[in-house]
């Protein structure tokens, strides 16, 4: 800041998302990895993580003049992440998903090798992406594109919208959304063909994540990684605020129109 003089200057801090992942537990009296033994020492960790983010934000504003427009983004909130929710084993509970042998999901199963695909319509990958076993798309596809795929595709949302935990009674799933709402763009054939949008307190369970299954639908998320956002955005939106130091004229409207954009979409 004390070499910049006209532009565009960016700076990111990532430290306040690694903290969150593995700090959540701590402020968490409902988190399965919560410890009352350490709530003292680390329960206050994330907040007193942000005021040191404001210090550093205060010396920033010390270098503003009064020719700067000043904006603090973040692109999504946090939440605890109590129970993971496996989608693969939904779908192998639901019929859309067939196992060789007769096996049965755990988390000692090979997941696309224990797969017979010969017989599985959708299957589930990523951070609560589900993929349909296309025809022509994947190597041992058998769902046509056409009526077929919309037909598990809408068996898929409606049965999965309001699945809820049988432990706790809580709705762990609040809908699934389909590509084409979400995405556009030269590169939106690769996005998934559903995503699932989790309540907070919810995610895609570790196994899920790469390919394989957990042994049960829903289980405690007993690992460090206490914290995350991987939810229904409407849950975790991120936020925008613009300090505006001086208005530059009608100039600058189609720059707070874009940064407006970005924050939305955020």
């Known amino acids: 800041l004390d070499r910049f003089r006209e532009g565009f200057f960016f700076i990111l801090f990532d430290t306040p998302d690694r903290v969150q992942h593995m700090l959540w537990r701590f402020r968490d009296p409902r988190h399965p990895g919560f410890q009352p033994d350490l709530k003292a020492q ?18 920033v504003l010390d270098k503003v003049d009064d020719e700067t427009l000043l904006c603090v983004l973040s692109d999504h909130g946090f939440g605890s992440f109590r129970r993971a929710v496996d989608t693969n084993t939904w779908l192998w ?40 076993n296309l025809k022509g798309r994947e190597g041992a596809g058998i769902v046509e594109p056409n009526g077929e795929a919309e037909r598990v595709r809408s068996a898929i949302q409606s049965g999965m919208a309001g699945l809820a935990d049988a432990e706790t009674g809580e709705p762990a799933v609040r809908s699934v959304s389909r590509r084409e709402e979400l995405y556009s763009g030269p590169f939106a054939a690769n996005a998934p063909d559903l995503l699932v949008n989790f309540h907070r307190g919810f995610r895609v369970s570790w196994q899920s994540a790469v390919g394989g299954f957990a042994e049960e639908l829903i289980t405690d998320n007993t690992r460090r990684w206490s914290g995350d956002h991987i939810v229904d955005p409407d849950s975790v939106p991120g936020i925008l605020a613009i300090i505006l130091v001086a208005y530059a004229g009608v100039l600058m409207l189609p720059l707070y129109l874009l940064i407006a954009v970005i924050g939305l979409v955020a």
């Open 42 to 59: 680390l329960g206050t960790r994330i907040e007193e993580h942000y005021q040191r983010c404001d210090r550093l934000l205060s010396a």
């Open 93 to 132: 509970q639901n019929g859309l998903l067939t196992m060789k042998d007769g096996r049965k999901p755990g988390p000692h199963v090979d997941g696309p090798g224990a797969i017979n695909w010969s017989k599985t319509y959708a299957y589930a990958v990523g951070l609560g992406g589900i993929y349909l």
